[in-house]
């Protein structure tokens, strides 16, 4: 199985930024998408962005220009850099992996709070 653990979520005021980092280990090779998904109070989980191994990039509507995401699935790493930040934005954001041929695997979240 493949294990993923993300970082830096936190408090930040509207118009804020923050950058979240997620780092995979164990059943590595076969990844060949990671991405980020949000979940909000009383709402379900959303696709936010995502990267492929050919470094294709896919973003919501609501976040384009906004947010940007980087890293190379090669080192098992991939992160989430959030400028501009709304309230909205606030959410519990989880990294997610897609490995062939059809598993996928989601870190434990990392709570990002966007508020005066």
């Known amino acids: 199985q493949v294990q993923l653990v993300e970082s830096g979520g936190g408090l930040v005021q509207p118009g804020g930024s923050l950058r979240l980092s997620c780092i995979a280990s164990g059943r590595t090779d076969s990844i060949y998408m990671m991405g980020w998904y949000r979940q909000a109070a009383g709402k379900q989980r959303e696709l936010v962005a995502s990267?492929?191994?050919?470094?294709?990039?896919y973003y919501a509507d609501d976040v384009k220009g906004r947010f940007t995401i980087s890293g190379e699935i090669a080192k098992n790493m991939v992160y989430l850099q959030m400028d501009s930040l709304k309230p909205e934005d606030t959410a519990v954001y989880y990294c997610?992996?897609?490995?062939?041929?059809?598993?996928?695997?989601w870190g434990q979240g990392t709570q990002v709070t966007v508020s005066s």
């Open positions: 997610h992996a897609k490995r062939f041929p059809s598993r996928q695997s």
């Open positions: 990267l492929s191994n050919s470094a294709n990039t």
